[in-house]
């Protein structure tokens, strides 16, 4: 069983250290802040707590899943011995070619680097590297422990052998693997962005309240969340960088971010993150409560 490194310890770097160390790899978590990794110890801990209390896991299958994932601070040390490295950090594509170009220097030569990227093109994130034909993306979805969906994107150099590992790694891990094309947005945020894009620029445009939006996508759609709160789940600042993607990528006016997605994002109101989007978010509590700019709507 081949060992594994989770590079950036936030809300996607954890939740994929935790599947990984639950299917019985050891995992290295590595994040250049000390806090960020104790922060993150803490919210698999908790979750894996969630587990133990719907019957999935027993607390012995705790004990052993934490002690499968080791917090490094230091990028040498983390990932010298792992034959696949996953990279979880923000959605920035300067950020994410720098930290491949270290992997790139510091990993095994067979070593297989993946991005967890949602948007960002593998081709040119692998062309960061001398080895883009091990590079590979690995677009988990949140929370990683629940979803089943891992889609998988080749870029133009990925190799058939790291694409068949890839794929058979995430079946290993209870996952659906879908491999996909190197397009902007790839499929899932090509289709999902659009539809959160348009939702905001209702309201934007008065058509309809937040509550509405949202209420009308679950009940009539099927979705088991409005497309305001996802974007609020997901990160407003993340969603706008998405759409910046797909603008640049496509040149097509179609991608263009709201106006009032733009603004929310300078003024700091990003969603759960932050405690504010187009809901309001009060720690411990469940209840959704419309942020008070949009209540009169």
């Known amino acids: 069983m081949i060992n594994v490194a989770v590079i950036g310890a936030g809300t996607m770097g954890n939740g994929i250290a935790h599947l990984f160390a639950q299917h019985g790899f050891t ?22 707590d969630r587990q133990i209390q719907k019957n999935l896991l027993t607390p012995d299958d705790k004990i052993h899943i934490i002690r499968r994932i080791q917090p490094v601070q230091k990028l040498p040390d983390g990932v010298r011995d792992a034959g696949l490295i996953i990279e979880a950090a923000t959605e920035n594509e300067n950020i994410k070619l720098q ?47 629940v979803m089943k969906l891992v889609e998988v994107i080749n870029g133009y150099a990925t190799e058939q052998e790291v694409t068949d590992q890839i794929m058979s790694l995430s079946e290993q891990l209870g996952k659906t693997p879908c491999l996909v094309a190197d397009f902007p947005g790839f499929i899932s945020n090509r289709i999902l962005m659009p539809m959160i894009n348009e939702a905001i620029l209702s309201v934007q445009e008065g058509v309809a309240s937040v509550e509405s ?29 998405i759409l910046k993607v797909l603008q640049e990528g496509f040149g097509q006016p179609k991608y263009a971010p709201a106006v009032l997605l733009v603004n929310m994002v300078a003024a700091g109101k990003l969603g759960v993150k932050s405690g504010e989007g187009f809901y309001n978010y009060t720690a411990g509590s469940k209840d959704l409560v419309v942020a008070e700019k949009f209540r009169s709507q």
């Open 27 to 48: 995992v290295n978590l590595v994040d250049l802040h000390a806090g960020q990794l104790e922060k993150a110890m803490v919210v698999i801990s908790k979750n894996l």
């Open 99 to 145: 930290i491949f170009r270290e992997l790139d220097q510091y990993a095994k030569p067979d070593a297989i680097l993946a991005s967890n990227t949602s948007s960002i093109s593998i081709t040119r994130i692998a062309a960061s590297t001398k080895r883009p034909s091990r590079v590979i993306g690995m677009h988990f979805m949140n929370p990683v422990p």
């Open 213 to 241: 939006i949202d209420s009308i996508m679950k009940l009539g759609m099927a979705h088991p969340m409005g497309p305001l709160q996802l974007a609020d789940f997901i990160g407003l600042d993340i969603c706008l960088s």
